[in-house]
């Protein structure tokens, strides 16, 4: 009897034993399941917030060329200037080449351009060419191949790659006049500082690819050149902005401005590699404690999600900060001051200053990037310290730096004065650090200041003013801050 209850017993725990180890695995394949999916959701979210910001990166960047390339057209004399008018003595076009010359050599001193030049239909050129480009017309013919690049386009400018087969340069063409062409050139490895991967989601792949689904950059440079995989264009069919995701892989792509657009490209084992240590871990625990495995289960399951809540979060404040000065970046910053400028806050007045640092360019060219790049640490870091509590502060790009202000003082005089001063302050200690560190390359800056006046609407108005006081003081001799003499009106 006793050995028959036994086994009655020995059957009931094997029997409960088997059942409880069926349920808890079932709910944890169930609950691991279930992870997969926030997670892939939580990924998507945050890989599209990455890719996001790199377009950003590309159209600022972009922006910035075309920048050169539009302020060759504000001088009348540069724009009418034909090397083959024989009406027009040698002296005369001598010297109008020559300041066309020193133009084009201002307008990119602080940047890293292969080719900056205008050329002309007779194949005369200003400016300066790289070799490569050289070559591919050594026997003439430039001024033709580019206007019948732009005649193909039907428009006056053109962004091309893989010109006569050069992968490594990314070629900004735009028709100057009817018989002049402005060419703009950079090395296609450049764009390497504007797609920073974060660290959570190293694997994943980064493309610039344009209308063909051409390859123009890719941090697998073994691809560029390349198209894009015909499964991922497949995957993404029309869409330009948005995500998608097959069994195997997450595709994010965002359109930018002129037509070209980041991809990116995540493996779905990447994305849920923790869930899948997690399965493991349990199908062990299981085994040895089929009790508790599913309080385990849940509990590491939503671990997990609150890591994933924590990555996206790491994700979205990397997206709003600039990853070397840690200020705000671009997209950041145009929020905030815009959210301002939309609710005016009573009794206070609102400014922008933009800054701009003068021959920064010889930084990089004399010391190296790595230095550049200390000297934007260092320049973020004087700001912070020098301007309070009241301003806003973020890198807008390159070595340009805002400031947008709002200051609980309705008089606008006394603002303007407290700016002076501040500016003033960040100035003696400017020439104190860098400026007297990088005397040598006559390291200095220059600041453009507006206030919020009541008719305008949004922030972009603001930002012009600031930008033209800044450019004065530029063509004025560097080294210059310059005020608004506008009134504004304090809400």
């Known amino acids: 009897m006793d050995n028959e209850f036994k086994k009655i017993q020995l059957r009931t725990i094997l029997l409960f034993t088997t059942l409880i180890f069926v349920i808890t695995l079932y709910i944890s394949v169930l609950l691991t399941g279930r992870s997969n999916i926030l997670m892939r959701e939580n990924a998507a979210s945050l890989v599209s917030a990455s890719n996001r910001q790199m377009e950003l990166n590309i159209d600022s960047y972009l922006t910035k060329v075309k920048k050169a390339s539009a302020l060759l057209f504000s001088e009348s004399t540069f724009y009418s200037y034909d090397p083959s008018d024989e009406t027009v003595d040698a002296y005369t076009k001598l010297q109008t080449s020559n300041q066309i010359n020193d133009k084009i050599t201002d307008l990119g001193i602080l940047d890293n351009y292969a080719d900056f030049a205008l050329i002309y239909n007779n194949d005369d050129l200003i400016g300066s060419l790289s070799k490569v480009t050289k070559d591919m017309y050594a026997d003439g013919g430039m001024y033709d191949a580019f206007s019948s690049i732009l005649d193909q386009k039907g428009e006056n400018v053109a962004w091309v790659f893989g010109l006569n087969g050069d992968i490594e340069h990314i070629y900004y063409f735009e028709r100057y006049n009817d018989h002049s062409i402005i060419l703009i050139s950079f090395y296609s490895r450049e764009l390497q500082n504007v797609f920073q991967i ?54 994010t792509t965002d359109e930018c401005s002129n037509g070209w657009r980041v991809v990116c490209t995540v493996p779905a084992s990447l994305i849920i590699q923790d869930n899948n240590r997690f399965m493991e871990s349990t199908m062990l625990v299981i085994v040895v404690i089929v009790a508790v495995i599913l309080f385990f289960g849940i509990f590491v399951t939503r671990r997990l999600n609150v890591t994933a809540n924590n990555l996206v979060d790491s994700l979205q404040e990397e997206a709003q900060h600039d990853r070397m000065t840690g200020l705000y970046n671009k997209e950041e910053f145009h929020r905030i001051a815009g959210r301002f400028v939309e609710q005016r806050p009573a009794g206070r007045t609102m400014s922008f200053t933009i800054f701009d640092m003068d021959n920064f360019k010889s930084i990089n060219d004399n010391h190296g990037h790595l230095e550049g790049d200390d000297v934007l640490r260092r320049f973020a870091v004087l700001l912070s310290n020098t301007f309070g509590s009241e301003f806003t502060l973020g890198r807008l790009g390159g070595d340009e730096f805002g400031i947008f202000g709002c200051m609980d003082i309705p008089d606008e005089e006394s603002v303007r004065k407290e700016l002076s001063h501040y500016i003033e302050v960040f100035r003696d200690r400017f020439s104190d650090g860098l400026g007297r560190d990088f005397s040598a390359d006559t390291l200095s800056f220059c600041s453009g200041t507006t206030f919020v006046h009541a008719d305008d609407s949004n922030f972009d108005s603001v930002f012009s003013r600031a930008d033209a006081l800044l450019y004065k003081g530029k063509k004025n001799g560097k080294g210059q801050d310059n005020f608004d003499d506008r009134g504004s009106e304090t809400p």
């Open 198 to 251: 974060p660290e959570q989601l190293n694997g994943m792949e980064v493309s610039l690819v344009n209308s063909d689904d051409l390859i123009l950059y890719s941090n697998d440079s073994g691809k560029i050149g390349t198209s894009l995989p015909q499964s991922t264009v497949s995957l993404l069919g029309d869409l330009k902005n948005g995500s998608v995701m097959s069994n195997t892989t997450l595709i």
